[in-house]
């Protein structure tokens, strides 16, 4: 069915418009040793998870490999966008161990969950222990590096809620 021109237009006002979240790793500071031989300097990677709506993994990413560093950077810093209302966002790192393919033999160092007050104001975001990141206690039980940090931009370009209709106009009477 072929619309006239000003029913399309009309009809497009009514298509609810889908937000769009982008979350960037940027870095990590204070990783402890945990390569081998002899607990170097990790060879780390992150993986971002975004669901949607409660669709588990609906959007995943795994970034390039950042080696033997406590404090890996990735620039341009590692991106992945998702469309929807975004519910959950998940950062998890992971040392790569014997070769530069992620293997099934890599070390969990830790997960970060965004906390969604967080989430959803956007911005420049730092994570740790005391908001929201769990750190491997068999990786971190010989670590001398203290707390470390993920430092993560988030871009939440979900559109504004319509303003609601106006009132009605008073009933004639009194």
Same mark, same amino acid.
């Given at each position: ?41 990790? $060879?780390?990677?992150?993986? @971002?998870?975004?669901? /949607? &709506?409660? *669709?588990?993994?609906?959007? +995943? ?38 070769? $530069?393919?992620?293997?099934? @033999?890599?070390?969990? /160092? &830790?997960? *970060?969950?965004?906390?969604? +007050? ?38 939440? $370009? ?17």
């Amino acid at each position: 069915m072929v619309l006239p021109k000003v029913a399309s237009i009309l009809l497009l006002q009514f298509v609810p418009t889908l937000g769009r979240m982008r979350v960037c790793l940027n870095r990590v500071v204070g990783l402890p040793n945990t390569d081998w031989p002899a607990f170097k300097a990790p $060879d780390a990677y992150a993986e @971002i998870f975004m669901d /949607l &709506g409660g *669709c588990t993994m609906a959007t +995943h990413s795994e970034s390039p490999t950042v080696h033997d560093t406590h404090t890996p950077v990735w620039d341009p810093p590692f991106c992945c966008t998702a469309t929807g209302d975004v519910s959950y966002v998940r950062v998890k790192l992971w040392d790569d161990d014997l070769t $530069d393919i992620h293997s099934g @033999i890599d070390e969990v /160092l &830790g997960t *970060c969950a965004v906390p969604e +007050h967080l989430m959803h104001q956007g911005g420049d975001i730092v994570l740790n222990a005391d908001s929201g990141c769990a750190w491997e206690s068999a990786v971190y039980a010989h670590a001398s590096l203290g707390n470390p940090r993920v430092y993560l931009t988030i871009d939440d $370009d979900h559109p504004s809620p319509p303003h609601p209709p106006p009132p009605p106009p008073p009933r004639g009477g009194r």
